[in-house]
């Protein structure tokens, strides 16, 4: 079965239907979870659903019918739900604007076995071997590495520099912050490969009942209606890449685990079953989701979005080392879509034309840049320009500079509302950051990591 996907149609969240979906799957998949089940879903962003949307993340009725089937089966003594959000925000945030917290609760009248939600943000680690390109050790949740089975719940959306996410890349939400910033930028594509040998699933239920198109953080739902479920997380990414429209050439991590030896190395290596039985089949879902229009590659070009909002100000990219003509495709770059994506959901289209002219750079640019009087803002540490007739020059120093840096140092110097200063935002924010902090000392995770820090790093540097 292990190039087997099962894909059964579903065109609601209905919790009852799904359910039933979910165990027919494990059964025509012959899973057979046991002992101790890690469960990871994917909630990378969730904030007011009136001003963000609710489409990043896996939505709370596939969560909860998922966590009361595998509740039901024999054998299971316990089911652990873990997430690590985007860098920059508490984890148990995202948790409560994704309605996460009051759908346990509900699974727990049902269920069969204790069901626990935890934050990987917040709980000890265990450090296991996978001899990576970019990681040769990663610390992993506890909860997870000890696990008896891993059961991933992926949403399908598009993505600004990965073009799609799925089950293969839901593996960067198993790395704390420390960790998760290694390494992402012009390595992130070996890095999300690296992440397998540490989490690689016994079984995934992916979200396709509605997918995300545009930028992942802050994308726009169209109704594809299907859950689709294997035990491969590349035969499961390749169904989703051709229901996006997409090949594994489009898909950069995709075609880097098949280069590394992961298998299936192509679409037509994968057994279809269910619902749909063919590649013809999956086409034809497709169409359900097309026009291949500007909204679903939304914010993955940004002068072409600066454009379309008749924005002042300006774009420069170049590439990451002097003397290469290479850009850097998945760091500080997948910051500013990001930071920018979500600006524009919160602050509205006519802010960004009413914003300063500012220059936003990212990368080394050859030619002399004339700032025109304005503020230039480079990002990241590669970030390096012959800049003229500037008001200021801020440089984020930062390798790599993450979405939340953004808000936090120049989303209030650009002439638009900004979310650091907008009370309703903030005030959750820092609320839930005191309370991670306050978990991270009462589950001793900072101790931890100061005991990482003295016997792995300190000692290099005396």
């Known amino acids: 079965m292990k190039h087997t996907v099962v894909i059964k149609r579903c065109e609601e969240y209905d919790r009852n239907v799904i359910e039933k979906i979910i165990t027919d799957g494990m059964t025509r998949l012959n899973y057979r979870p046991r ?18 949307g ?33 860098i920059g925000i508490p984890t148990r945030l995202n948790y409560k604007f994704a309605g996460y917290y009051d759908e346990i609760k509900k699974v727990r009248l049902k269920a069969a076995c204790p069901v626990n939600i935890f934050c990987i943000d917040e709980e000890l680690r265990d450090s296991v071997f996978i001899g990576g390109m970019v990681h040769d050790n990663l610390r992993i ?20 520099v990965s073009n799609m996410t799925g089950a293969v890349k839901l593996n960067i939400g ?36 509605e997918v995300g198109i545009g930028n992942e953080a802050v994308p726009t739902a169209r109704k594809l209606g299907l859950i689709i479920m294997g035990t491969n997380p590349v035969a499961v990414d ?10 594994i050439d489009d898909v950069p991590y995709l075609k880097t685990a098949v280069s590394r030896g992961y298998t299936p190395a192509k679409l037509e290596d994968v057994k279809i079953d269910g619902d749909l039985s063919s590649i013809d089949d999956l086409d034809k879902y497709a169409k ?6 500007d ?62 002219p500012v220059v936003f750079i990212i990368g080394r640019i050859d030619e002399q840049v004339d700032a025109r009087g304005e503020e230039v803002f480079l990002i990241g540490s590669c970030a390096e320009a012959d800049i003229i007739h500037a008001k200021k020059i801020t440089h984020l120093d930062k390798c ?46 900072y101790f931890q990591d100061m005991g990482h820090f003295i016997t792995k790093r300190l000692d290099r540097r005396l």
């Open 35 to 52: 002992g101790n089940v890690f469960v990871k879903p994917n909630v990378v962003f969730a904030n007011n659903p009136d001003v963000f």
């Open 54 to 86: 609710q489409h990043a993340y896996t939505p709370t009725p596939l969560v909860g019918a998922s966590l009361t089937a595998l509740s039901k089966r024999e054998g299971v003594k316990r089911i652990d739900v873990g997430e690590n959000s985007a």
């Open 141 to 160: 949740p506890r909860k997870m590495a000890r696990a008896d089975s891993k059961v991933y719940l992926p949403k399908l959306k598009c993505h600004c």
């Open 174 to 209: 198993i790395c704390s912050d420390d960790e998760r910033a290694i390494r992402h930028d012009f390595m992130l594509n070996e890095k999300i490969v690296d992440l397998l040998a540490a989490g690689y699933p016994d079984f995934i239920v992916m979200d396709a009942v």
């Open 238 to 247: 390749l169904v989703g890449a051709r229901l996006l429209g997409l090949g």
């Open 288 to 293: 359900r989701i097309m026009p291949y229009d």
């Open 295 to 356: 909204e679903y590659h939304r914010w993955q070009d940004v002068n072409k979005e600066l454009t379309r909002l008749n924005s002042p100000m300006r774009f420069l990219w170049g590439p990451y080392k002097s003397g290469n003509g290479s850009k850097c495709l998945t760091g500080c770059v997948m910051g500013i879509k990001m930071f920018l994506g979500s600006l524009e959901w919160f602050a509205g289209s006519e802010a960004f034309a009413n914003a300063k």
């Open 400 to 445: 790599f500079t993450t979405a939340s840096d953004m808000n936090i140092y120049i989303g209030h110097k650009l002439g638009m509302p900004a979310i650091s200063r907008d009370f309703n935002s903030m005030l959750p924010l820092l609320a839930g950051a005191a309370k991670a902090s306050m978990m991270k000392l009462v589950n001793l995770r």
